[in-house]
């Protein structure tokens, strides 16, 4: 078929593996929002925020679905923009140092993470 009459707006990424947990913290930090008053606090101010199909991301976060979707063009703006874990980094509880730390890491070039992870070895067998 030819060119599509209308181009598609939306993000035609790859989609990332996410996990039961990281839709947890979504929707936790979207209460924490509501209660602070900051936007995005509800999944369609979030949709519209990462540019999300409509109902695009209501089967991504529905808790009760069977089998739970467990992928997401849109995971890595989520991320960023809520500040929260990434999707396959789990943690016992909510460190927000270490939230602060991961999101640094992700910005870091791969050879500045490379050379950090290297400092922080021989830091630790100095200890």
Known sequence: MG??????????APAKQITVPWKRRVLAKLASNKE?????????????????KKGGLNKTFDLEREPPQLTSKYAD???ELLKILPPLVETDEDDEDFVEDVLLLRTLTRGARRDLMALAKRTEKRS
């Open 77 to 79: 703006q989520i991320t």
């Open 3 to 12: 060119k599509a009459r209308h181009p598609k707006p939306y993000v035609d």
């Open 36 to 52: 602070a008053k900051i936007r995005p606090w509800n999944i369609d101010q979030l949709r519209l925020e990462v540019d999300a």
